[in-house]
T-cell receptor
Framework: NAGVTQTPKFRVLKTGQSMTLLCAQD?????MYWYRQDPGMGLRLIHY???????AKGEVPDGYNVSRLKKQNFLLGLESAAPSQTSVYFC??????????FGSGTRLTVV | AQTVTQSQPEMSVQEAETVTLSCTYD???????LFWYKQPPSRQMILVIR??????QNATENRFSVNFQKAAKSFSLKISDSQLGDAAMYFC????????????FGQGTRLTINP
């Protein structure tokens, strides 16, 4: 089915470890976004991309890096994980009709 | 900065009754969309309803409808004939001005359906 796929769905990291979250969409969308969701705070934007090869900072970018080498993929990296990065991460993409499609989320725990 | 406010952290309603969830937003745009998303325990973000700001008519999707007051910047969601499957977190969202149209979310309202 067409949509946004996030991998992995769950991950436990030790403080200081690194990891990359992958977001893949097959709808040929230009815009892609990474959000984090913490209890009681809704979704907050980490980074976003308006097209292949472009990235920009969102509301809470510190401690994260992103890359958009291919139009269909948007990678979110944590270079040195911290307990404060324990959260649920969502990827989303947006098409021309202003419709947003979300992935199913990644639950990350940093111990 | 653009803000979206949901003033009701939790709401509950009896099955088959009607409930209204509130949302206010702040934007300087004249043409924009507003969204309500449902997030069940599965975590999936599900689009419930979308309103185009330039349309006077309130959007309706089956049992879900909105009361859109553009001048007041208010965008409430009404759920009629509530069902057990409606229990979830509900988020109001508004795209940021211009550029990448980044969605700005409210804090969410947890809706409980009492049988």
């Amino acid at each position: 089915n067409a949509g946004v796929t996030q991998t992995p769905k769950f991950r436990v990291l030790k403080t200081g470890q690194s990891m990359t979250l992958l977001c893949a969409q097959d709808m040929n969308h230009e815009y892609m976004y990474w959000y984090r969701q913490d209890p009681g705070m809704g979704l907050r934007l980490i980074h976003y991309s308006v097209g292949e090869g472009t990235t920009a900072k969102g509301e809470v970018p510190d401690g994260y890096n992103v890359s958009r080498l291919k139009k269909q993929n948007f990678l979110l990296g944590l270079e040195s994980a911290a307990p404060s990065q324990t959260s649920v991460y969502f990827c989303a993409s947006r098409g021309a009709a202003r419709g947003y499609t979300f992935g199913s989320g990644t639950r990350l725990t940093v111990v | 900065a653009q803000t979206v406010t949901q003033s009701q952290p939790e709401m509950s309603v009896q099955e088959a009754e009607t409930v209204t969830l509130s949302c206010t937003y702040d934007t300087s745009e004249s043409d924009y969309y507003l969204f309500w998303y449902k997030q069940p325990p599965s975590r999936q973000m599900i689009l419930v309803i979308r309103q185009e700001a330039y349309k006077q008519q309130n959007a309706t999707e089956n049992r879900f409808s909105v009361n859109f007051q553009k001048a007041a910047k208010s965008f409430s969601l009404k759920i009629s004939d509530s069902q057990l499957g409606d229990a979830a977190m509900y988020f109001c969202a508004c795209p940021s001005i211009q550029g990448a149209q980044k969605l700005v979310f409210g804090q969410g309202t947890r809706l409980t359906i009492n049988p």
